[in-house]
């Protein structure tokens, strides 16, 4: 991963942007503590009717003009198990 940002102070906020799974292409403004960006982000989804955990882990960190932005990518060994929407079945054949 690379990380050639500059410290965050505490409170400050910084953009995330996830890849895969059910969070794919949303972003979220969040609030570093201890001086960084998280490394892992847990989050819950409803899945097929299911609450499902899921999480996903910084891949990349940079600055963009005075703001941070964080990558984060779906870690699946770590995350409940979800259905690719296309093998889930169903609908129109």
């Known amino acids: 991963m690379s990380n050639d940002i500059r410290a965050l102070a505490e409170g400050e906020s910084y953009l995330a942007f996830f890849q895969g799974g059910p969070f794919d292409g949303q972003t979220d403004s969040r609030v570093s503590t201890e001086g960084s960006y998280e ?50 079945g169903g609908g129109f054949q």
């Open 39 to 88: 490394k892992e982000v847990d989050v819950y989804a409803a899945v097929d009717g299911q609450e499902t955990h899921l999480v996903y882990t910084a891949f990349t960190a940079k600055e963009v003009g005075e703001a941070v932005h964080v990558t984060y990518t779906i870690d699946a060994s770590d995350s409940d198990p979800i259905e690719d929407p296309e093998d889930r």
